[in-house]
């Protein structure tokens, strides 16, 4: 580990911030809504409500997240590539957190090693998109942007930006980690019972018949283990899940970011972890500016355009202390690409002496058209990108410390491949994503083993 930059290694860090200096930078990807008083008003109702979560608990995220960048634990960050306002029921919420909780089983029984679980969910309602407007029929409206922002339906009012939806948004992800939290301290968490976590319509696939054997096979260590300690191992009682989304909407963000008592600078209160898409790290962005100021730890998705002069002055910029478990950097390259663009960047953060956390994000880059025109991506791409990220990472000798993949408990069908050789022509079946295709419970379980093996060669 390198010694902690100075203040004078960043320019930016000189510069005054406050949480609206983002204003004074370009804001890409934002909704222009037609009334601001409307929005105002939103807004004031929004700075008054109690946070989503702690500074205490960001801090603890904060503290793994270092820890995850010296490979003792492995970050696992997973979720809808969008939440849905109408979707936020106690199936869905339950289905996500039992493959989050199925998945990181696996990854701790076969690495040996602690888990965090970064979902992306309580909050994940903005969406980046290519186009302003969208035409069908000859008919032009704005573009969907997110649950948040607007909604999916083709109307015009549909498509209006209603400033009503922040508030929705902050509500549902209040319900949404209310259930969560409930669920963790109540027992559903309980490694002693991983049998809550089961997925009735997934019992006869062959994944959830390698898992349950997993099951057993941990069942057994443990109750050997209690028998010799003659005690309840009590840790295994509870387990924490985080939360996380991108911080695409400012002026949400905004209205969430607050001081805290007995501690220095803002925390953005609306999530434990936001992060900056792939579309909006400009350097001299809105993004960038608001969050610089934020103590959170937080992601920032780097694709293939990114060189490695400018990840050093964005990394800089953003980290400016160099303080461990502060950046993630979330690449995102597609499994024909990473081996052109991953190397230089990682010897960039070296030579730069950056302390950065590396996570492989291997959806992103992979996403294509089938022929009937529906957006996918296939499982062996998504399993390419995720072993050249390790192989690469092994070879220059840094951290692979995290993967981040949109996934659902939900029986879908919108990611082609994997175990069941789910075809182009299956995609209708069961297609539900708004916006990205996401793994199902058998196509995540299936990855989760693959990862867990590269876990494994590493230790
Ligand atoms: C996303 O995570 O849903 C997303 C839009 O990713 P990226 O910024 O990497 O394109
Ligand atoms: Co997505």
């Not at 989503?52 to 820890?67: C, D, H, P, Q």
Request: charged share 25%; hydrophobic share 35%; aromatic share 6%.
């Amino acid at each position: 580990m390198s010694a902690p930059k100075t203040e004078s290694d960043s320019t930016h860090s000189q510069s005054t911030w406050s949480p609206e200096t983002w204003r004074e930078k370009i804001a890409k990807q934002q909704p222009v809504y037609d009334s601001p008083a409307e929005l105002n008003d939103v807004l004031t109702r929004l700075a008054k409500l109690p946070p989503l979560v702690t500074s205490w608990e960001i801090e603890n995220l904060k503290r793994s997240l270092a820890a995850a960048g010296e490979g003792k634990c492995f970050v696992l960050q997973g979720g809808d590539c969008s939440e849905d306002l109408d979707e936020c029921s106690t199936e869905s919420v339950v289905r996500n957190l039992k493959v989050l909780m199925q998945m990181s089983l696996v990854l701790m029984y076969r690495s040996m090693k602690p888990v965090v679980r970064l979902g992306r969910i309580a909050g994940q309602y903005a969406k980046p998109r290519s186009k302003e407007t969208e035409t069908r029929d000859g008919v032009t409206l704005p573009v969907y942007r997110g649950d948040i922002i607007n909604r999916s339906g083709f109307t015009e009012s549909e498509r209006r930006p209603n400033p009503e939806l922040l508030l929705r948004g902050y509500e549902r992800s209040a319900l949404t980690l209310n259930f969560i939290r409930a669920l963790c301290a109540g027992g559903f968490a309980d490694l002693h019972h991983p049998e809550n976590w089961d997925l009735g319509y997934a019992s006869t696939s062959k994944e959830a018949s390698r898992y349950r054997d997993l099951v057993q096979s941990i069942g057994d260590a443990l109750r050997f283990m209690e028998t010799v300690a003659d005690a309840s191992i009590s840790q295994l009682e509870r387990v924490d899940i985080f939360t996380s989304h991108e911080g695409l909407h400012l002026t949400y963000e905004q209205s969430q970011t607050r001081p805290v008592p007995r501690r220095d600078g803002w925390y953005n209160l609306s999530t434990h972890f936001p992060w900056i898409g792939d579309r909006t790290r400009d350097l001299d962005g809105a993004h960038i500016e608001y969050f610089r100021g934020i103590q959170n730890p937080i992601g920032l998705k780097v694709g293939p355009s990114m060189t490695a002069d400018e990840l050093k002055s964005v990394v800089d910029c953003l980290n400016p202390k160099n303080e461990p478990g502060r950046l993630m950097l979330i690449h995102r390259f597609g499994s024909e690409k990473i081996a052109d663009c991953l190397p230089q960047l990682i010897q960039a953060m070296q030579q730069n002496g950056s302390n950065v956390v590396w996570c492989s994000d291997p959806m992103h880059g992979n996403t294509f058209s089938a022929e009937n025109g529906i957006k996918t991506r296939h499982v062996r791409q998504i399993e390419n990108e995720l072993l050249s990220a390790f192989e690469i990472h092994r070879s220059e000798g840094s951290v692979l410390a995290a993967a981040h993949l949109e996934l659902t408990g939900d029986n879908v069908t919108e990611c082609v491949g994997g175990a069941r050789g789910l075809k182009e022509e299956d995609l209708k079946k069961a297609y539900k994503s708004q916006v990205d295709p996401r793994l199902n419970y058998e196509q995540a379980m299936e990855i989760s083993f693959l990862i867990a093996e590269q876990l494994q060669q590493n230790s």
